[in-house]
T-cell receptor, first 113, second 112 residues
Framework: RKEVEQDPGPFNVPEGATVAFNCTYS??????FFWYRQDCRKEPKLLMS???SGNEDGRFTAQLNRASQYISLLIRDSKLSDSATYLC??????????????FGTGTRLKVLA | DAEITQSPRHKITETGRQVTLACHQT?????MFWYRQDLGHGLRLIHY???????NKGEVSDGYSVSRSNTEDLPLTLESAASSQTSVYFC???????????FGPGTRLTVT
């Protein structure tokens, strides 16, 4: 089982739609969680951190469910410019005690006009 | 503004050659990381450093080395380039072990 798993998509949605991505992780000791956005052939850019209480930034809402070990990202009122790959990232201690940043393989989103 | 840069942005080299990829950050971050990204694998950690003179192996470190002589730079060296090392390489830095990472623009390396 992969340490961080995401549905690769692509999710094809019309402009204005609401779309949600989930990501599951296997290490129950994971401590911090993030969503990154990556455009084709570019570097990943931080979209938002994910907190236990959930957090919202404009049209984007992130939630963490520690009991079920998943995080989610909700995008409301999708724009053409939201088309990208969304990477789920989980950070936690590994067996040697060091922190390890684990990336999911990403979910592709295409917003259609 | 603080930033993280990588050079070269594109590199073509031959099998067996030594190659060094540069990474420079002006965030004054202690933590720096090198990843490679290949289709179907996502980002995989090659080496990382938590400070000057500190280096650690990641999950795909074979054939790569790093050194950290100052806070700003973490060069990645491919000792003897192999075709399997054709990839996009990203450098990143962070201010804390659990905090967000900031990425450089990447280096696209082709080994022929």
């Amino acid at each position: 089982r992969k340490e961080v798993e995401q549905d690769p998509g692509p999710f094809n949605v019309p402009e204005g739609a609401t779309v949600a991505f989930n990501c599951t992780y296997s290490n129950s000791a994971s401590q911090s969680f993030f969503w990154y956005r990556q455009d084709c052939r570019k570097e990943p850019k931080l979209l938002m951190s994910v907190y236990s209480s959930g957090n919202e930034d404009g049209r984007f809402t992130a939630q963490l469910n520690r009991a079920s070990q998943y995080i989610s990202l909700l995008i409301r009122d999708s724009k053409l410019s939201d088309s990208a790959t969304y990477l789920c990232v989980v950070n936690g201690r590994n067996r040697s005690g060091t922190y390890k940043y684990i990336f999911g393989t990403g979910t592709r989103l295409k917003v259609l006009a | 503004d603080a930033e993280i840069t990588q050079s070269p942005r594109h590199k073509i080299t031959e099998t067996g050659r030594q190659v060094t990829l540069a990474c420079h950050q002006t965030w004054n971050h202690n933590n720096m990381f090198w990843y490679r990204q290949d289709l179907g694998h996502g980002l995989r950690l090659i080496h990382y450093s938590y400070g000057v003179h500190d280096t650690n192996k990641g999950e795909v470190s074979d054939g790569y080395s790093v050194s950290r002589s100052n806070t700003e730079d973490l060069p990645l060296t491919l000792e003897s380039a192999a075709s399997s090392q054709t990839s996009v390489y990203f450098c990143a830095s962070s201010g804390s072990a659990t905090g967000e990472q900031y990425f450089g623009p990447g280096t696209r390396l082709t080994v022929t």
